[in-house]
């Protein structure tokens, strides 16, 4: 066993510090190994690695990883099922895997699920599990379903209601450590204030709300900006 000896320190600064080593580079083959041997973690990554080369193949091993219960696995396999990538779409299986993921405490898969449920066109379903995924502080499902509560979609119509997703979803998207940040409440919030609906029109609130989505990394929100970031380093929130 190779063990390292701790020098002291010595109280001036003149000696430089050995560079860290660089992390050890994991090829797809690494992954193939690992999962071969029964790493589910790698399995998953190896599958979300093959999904733009090689779709057929990662659906693959998506199933076989799903089957053993490596929920993000399920997760990632019921939108590969939704959109027909590597497979014929195949809305009850993604629904399934999707569901499994979910129940499981995969928070992301209850987001896929909404999105599956939504392509079948079962939106009170939807609705429930982009609520559901809500609650676990997916930002994304809280935009998607305040858009429905908004529009009385698959859910009871209340507009102040969605109006307060809308500001927290925002609001949480751009504080530093969301998880699952939505920047896209940002801009659906922007309309809203553009088009003085359910608040007074007012298009420079609408602005700083475009500016935090696009100096955020979202395109629609530079779009409707109509420019992009003119500095890398600003995020956005005091112009």
Excluded: W
């Excluded at 080593?21 to 790698?42: F, M, N, Q, Y």
């Excluded at 530093?176 to 204030?193: D, H, I, M, T």
Aim: net charge positive.
């Amino acid at each position: 066993m190779r063990v390292m000896l701790l020098l002291p320190l010595v109280a001036f600064g003149a000696l430089a510090q050995p560079a860290a080593p660089a992390p050890p580079t994991i090829t797809l083959e690494d992954l193939a190994r690992a999962c071969a041997k029964g790493d589910l973690v790698s399995c998953t990554d190896y599958g979300f690695n093959l999904e733009a080369p090689d779709p057929e193949k990662a659906v693959t091993v998506y199933r076989a990883a799903c089957a053993k219960d490596a929920l993000p696995a399920c997760s990632n396999l019921a939108l590969m099922l939704r959109d027909a990538r590597g497979a014929p779409k195949n809305l009850v299986e993604a629904a399934k895997v999707a569901k499994k993921a979910c129940d499981g405490g995969n928070a992301p898969g209850c987001l896929h699920l909404a999105l599956v449920k939504d392509a079948a066109n079962d939106f009170e379903a939807a609705s429930a599990a982009y609520e559901h995924a809500c609650t676990l502080k997916v930002l994304p499902a809280c935009t998607n379903y305040a858009i429905n509560v908004l529009k009385g979609v698959g859910v009871k119509k209340d507009e102040k209601r969605a109006l307060t997703l809308l500001e927290k979803s925002c609001g949480d998207s751009v504080k530093k450590g969301a998880a699952f940040p939505s920047l896209r409440a940002c801009v659906v919030l922007g309309q809203l204030y553009d088009q003085g609906a359910l608040v007074p029109k007012n298009q420079e609130a609408a602005r700083r709300l475009y500016k935090l989505a696009c100096f955020g990394g979202l395109e629609e929100g530079c779009a409707r900006l109509g420019a992009g970031p003119k500095n890398a380093n600003d995020d956005g929130h005091n112009h």
